[in-house]
C-alpha cells in the first residue's frame, strides 16, 4: 500500500509538471483564463509544487449586474506610501502621463496624499471642493501618500511586495501580496523605448524572460508596473535593450 501511494503520488506531481509545461507555452490562451501567481497550492509535507485545481467562474462575468445595490460603486483608487511626493509626482504625470486631479495636506497628522489619474486636465476643476467630487468619481485613481520624514531616510522605505526585506525585522526577503500596477500601451515595444530614454529602471524588458511582449518597469519606490498591450500581444525581433526575441532570461513571479 505504501508503494501505491507513493506511486499515485509521483503521477499526480507528473501530471502537474505536465500542465505547467503546456501553459508555459501557451502564452496566449483560446479561452479566457484566470490569472494566477506562479506561486500554485504547495504541499508542506513534500515541499511539491502543484498546480491548483481550476474553479467555475463563469457566473462572474455578470455577478456584478445582479447586485443592485452596486450598479453605481465605482473602483476609484489604489494607495501607495512613498519616499518623496515630487520624485513621485515627476514619474507618474511625466514618464505615464497621468495628472494630479486632487490633493490633500494633514499636518496635523504629518502626511499628505496626492491623487493623480489618467484623465483629460481640461476636465479637473480649479476648485478644491470640485476636485474631491470629481476625483471620488474618476475610476482608477492612484492615491500616493506621503509621511512627512520619509524622504530624509537612508535607502528604500516601503516594502515592494515583491521578494523584498525592506522594513522586516531579520532582513529576510518576504512574500507580500502586493504585486503591481499595471499600464496598457498602444504599442509595448515602443513605450519601452521611451521608457529607457527617460531613464527608467526595468526589471523585465519585452524580449527579456519567458513571456515575451510585456514589460516591468520600477516606480521610483520600486513599485513594479506592469507594461501590456492594448490589444494582442505580440513580439518584435529587438527590444529597448538589444535582447532578441528568442533570447532574454528565465522569468518567474518574483513574490515568490
Known sequence: ???????????????????????ALNLVPSQPAVRTSTASRVTRSTGAHLCAPSIDVSRYFSAGTAA?????????QTMVRVKDPK????FYCDVLGFNLVMYREFPQWKFNVYFVAQCDATSIPATAEEQWRF???TPGCLELTWNYGSEAEDGPVYNTG?????????GEKVRGGFGHLGITVPDVYEACER???????????PNSGGMKGL???KDPDGYLIEIL???????????CDGIAVDGGSGYKDNAT
Do not use: H, W
Open 195 to 205: 521608457f529607457k530614454a527617460m531613464g527608467c529602471e526595468f526589471t523585465k524588458t
Open 87 to 90: 520624485k513621485s509626482l515627476d
Open 135 to 137: 476625483c471620488m468619481r
Open 229 to 239: 498591450p492594448q490589444a494582442e500581444m505580440i513580439t518584435k525581433p529587438i527590444d
Open 1 to 23: 500500500r505504501a508503494t501505491m501511494a507513493v506511486l499515485e503520488l509521483l503521477s499526480v506531481l507528473l501530471t502537474a509538471c505536465a500542465l505547467r509545461s503546456t501553459e
Open 162 to 170: 515583491n521578494s523584498d526585506s525592506t522594513g522586516t525585522q531579520d
Open 68 to 76: 443592485a445595490e452596486a450598479k453605481e460603486y465605482i473602483m476609484q
Open 215 to 217: 514589460a516591468f518597469v
